[in-house]
Antibody, heavy 119, light 110 residues
Framework: QVQLQQSGPGLVKPSQTLSLTCAIS??????????WSWIRQSPSRGLEWLGR?????????DYAASVKSRITITPDTSKNQFSLQLNSVTPEDTAVYFC?????????WGQGTTVTVSS | QSALTQPPSVSGSPGQSVTISCTGT?????????VSWYQQPPGTAPKLMIY???NRPSGVPDRFSGSKSGNTASLTISGLQAEDEANYYC??????????FGGGTKLTVL
């Protein structure tokens, strides 16, 4: 059974960097047939796709236009996990963040991390 | 503002059928049949119910079915049960390779 376990702080100060990690069990971040994504959900923005990383003979990442200048999603093959970094956060980035297996068919979700941006 | 438009709420009595619509543009749906539906009870992570318009993952009851016509996708739940009460979201793979979601529909089982 595939499981995704998220970790990271629930409170981030404005202008700082939001960092979350998603540990994978039962599958491989390096799989040639899987995609690993980050999604967030807030009352004001609903569900929002942030970006993804995947391996197809080499590593690829791509991001939503709304956060492209501030976001990095990176795999860590030694720990079988992937991470989200979102720079220069504002209160608008307050949301529940989910890591997900899949892209257009997201079949495994992490438990969600509530991140509040506040001083 | 969500790219895909869903009704804010629908309701039905146990045993009845309900349909939730999801409307986008040709660039949202394109020529791809990559529409998915997710069920989210309050306080939980979304769960994949339908993928690629009509397919059900293992374990999802056949009471759940999906379809698409033009720029509107639909999720139909037949034989409504109390446990079906949740928020439902559609999503689509868009022409610029990204994912867009609908604003969500709250299903109330009367």
């Amino acid at each position: 059974q595939v499981q995704l376990q998220q970790s990271g702080p629930g409170l981030v100060k404005p202008s700082q960097t939001l960092s979350l990690t998603c540990a994978i069990s039962g599958d491989s971040v390096s799989s040639n047939s899987r995609t690993w994504s980050w999604i967030r959900q807030s009352p004001s923005r609903g569900l929002e796709w942030l970006g993804r990383t995947y391996y197809r003979s080499k590593w690829y990442s791509d991001y939503a236009a709304s956060v492209k200048s501030r976001i990095t999603i990176t795999p860590d093959t030694s720990k079988n996990q992937f991470s989200l970094q979102l720079n220069s956060v504002t209160p608008e980035d307050t949301a529940v963040y989910f890591c997900v297996r899949g892209n257009y068919n997201m079949d495994v979700w992490g438990q969600g991390t509530t991140v509040t941006v506040s001083s | 503002q969500s790219a895909l438009t869903q009704p804010p709420s629908v309701s039905g009595s146990p045993g009845q059928s309900v349909t939730i619509s999801c409307t986008g543009t040709s660039s949202d749906f394109g020529n791809y049949n990559r529409v998915s539906w997710y069920q989210q009870p309050p306080g939980t992570a979304p769960k994949l119910m339908i993928y690629e318009v009509t397919n059900r993952p293992s374990g999802v009851p056949d009471r759940f079915s999906g379809s698409k016509s033009g720029n509107t996708a639909s999720l139909t739940i037949s034989g409504l049960q109390a446990e079906d009460e949740a928020n439902y979201y559609c999503s689509s793979y868009t022409s610029n390779t990204h994912i867009v979601f609908g604003g969500g529909t709250k299903l109330t089982v009367l």
